[in-house]
């Protein structure tokens, strides 16, 4: 079938992993935004957010995010860690956390703590080792179930699914299961330095 006119097409294979990196993050969005806390195997906190998340299964319940390699095909903190540790926090982010959460986004070296550097305050987890952010609304306390390694180039995936072992909501945020959206006040990742919010919804019965 031919394509309109007025529609570009382009094919993977004849672009730049930059171009495509661009054209996903633009048609896919917003995103959701796994706050993602782990642990070293030298003890050594590491908080970072990854927009490429969400919920892969509710029985059993299994969330999954996707941290890529760097630009040069290196693997971040984070995957390291739980490659390492078996174990993860992923944490909400509301709006009121947009600055602070933008700060763990700078690439700081293994050994420092992205917690003391964006004077995020710390909460000891029930199952797990890693912290959760004491400030979010949920936080999802996750053993790793299984990394699946989608290439070893730069930009390349591993898209990591965590069993939720344990969840955490805020008291006044949650009534019979419900989650306030309203409270939690999310935020969705776009293109570039882009960002929406979720305060005006629309509701249509099934």
């Not at 195997?41 to 996707?66: E, H, I």
Request: charged share 20%; net charge negative.
């Amino acid at each position: 079938m031919k394509q309109p006119e007025n529609v570009m097409e382009f094919l993977p294979k004849s672009l730049t992993s930059q171009q495509i990196y661009k054209l996903l993050i633009g048609g896919v969005s917003p995103r959701p935004i796994a706050w993602v806390s782990t642990v070293s195997k030298n003890g050594v906190n590491n908080l970072a957010p990854f927009s490429f998340f969400t919920v892969a299964s509710a029985n059993p319940p299994v969330l999954c995010f996707n941290p890529m390699s760097t630009d040069k095909g290196v693997e971040k903190d984070t995957l390291a860690n739980i490659r390492e540790q078996q174990e993860f926090v992923i944490n909400s982010v509301s709006y009121q956390d947009l600055a602070v959460m933008n700060q763990t986004c700078h690439q700081l070296p293994a050994e420092e703590d992205e917690f003391e550097y964006a004077g995020v305050e710390k909460q000891t987890s029930t199952l797990v080792t890693p912290y959760r952010v004491k400030q979010a609304l949920v936080s999802f306390e996750c053993r790793l179930n299984q990394i699946v390694d989608l290439g070893h180039e730069p930009m390349a995936g591993h898209l990591v699914l965590g069993d939720v072992v344990a969840i955490h909501v805020r008291d006044d945020a949650v009534n019979d299961f419900k989650i306030d959206s309203e409270k939690l006040d999310a935020i969705g990742r776009m293109a570039g330095n882009d960002y929406s919010l979720t305060r005006e919804k629309i509701q249509l019965n099934r």
